[in-house]
């Protein structure tokens, strides 16, 4: 498994935002979009590109334009919608899918309750979009599920991650590549990424 862990000192200052208990939710909102225009811009740096000649009002020239089909963007529900805007923004021709998991609050097992994949999933490189990696569990279900779909090349983006959940995914997932903004300590007895931000949808969502 291939972990980038993005190191940029815009990242640390809007987390630093993020993780305050006192900023309010739609300032919250916008912050992680803001983080999210970072992780998008790292996240793709490896998509395949191809040479192709244009006109610019003076002259031809070759260029460089994104090879494959268009990515296919999943943001896990519901905190995965906080990053969907920034990506929809450098990639506007992505195609979406929805995958909806909770974690049960005892067992921390993800519940799945909706999913919604477009086609085409083993020709395009597939994002995962999930703010929050905690135990790793609501990611490696996502991961599975797109797999057994038919997606082969998988980047799970990330703000905060706990070593837990990056463990978990290590061995369930080995061949996935994930973009994170931070790696925090440690998870608390419910599961909470320490320090972390607490609940991501809670406060994307103001349903604290
Ligand atoms: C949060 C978060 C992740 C998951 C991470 O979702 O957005 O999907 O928890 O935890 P894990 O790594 O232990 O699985 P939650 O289940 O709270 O649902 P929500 O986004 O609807 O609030
Ligand atoms: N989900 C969240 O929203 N926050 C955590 O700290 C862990 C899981």
Redesign the pocket.
């Known amino acids: 498994m291939t972990i980038h862990v993005v190191d940029h000192p815009l990242v640390h200052h809007k987390l630093s935002l993020i993780r305050d208990r006192k900023t309010p939710g739609s300032l919250f909102r916008a912050l992680i979009e803001e983080a999210g225009l970072i992780l998008a811009t790292e996240a793709t740096r490896t998509l395949p590109t191809e040479s192709v000649v244009v006109e610019t009002p003076l002259e031809r020239t070759g260029t460089q334009r994104l090879r494959s089909l268009d990515p296919v963007l999943v943001p896990v529900l519901r905190?995965g919608l906080g990053l969907l805007p920034p990506f929809l923004q450098l990639l506007p021709t992505a195609k979406v899918g929805h995958l909806g998991l909770y974690?049960d609050h005892d067992s921390l097992v993800p519940v799945p309750y909706y999913r919604n994949f477009p086609p085409l999933l083993e020709a395009r490189p597939v994002f995962i979009l999930d703010p929050?990696l905690?135990t790793g569990g609501s990611a490696s279900e996502a991961v599975r599920q797109l797999k057994g779909a038919g997606a082969i090349s998988l980047t799970l983006v990330a703000l905060l991650a706990a070593p837990e959940g990056l463990e978990r995914l290590q061995g369930d997932h080995p061949d996935l590549t994930i973009w994170v903004g931070a790696v925090d300590r440690q998870l608390n007895e419910k599961?909470?990424?320490l320090p972390?931000l607490?609940?991501?949808?809670d406060r994307l969502f103001g349903t604290a």
């Open positions: 905190a974690r929050m905690a599961g909470y990424i972390g607490g609940d991501a949808g």
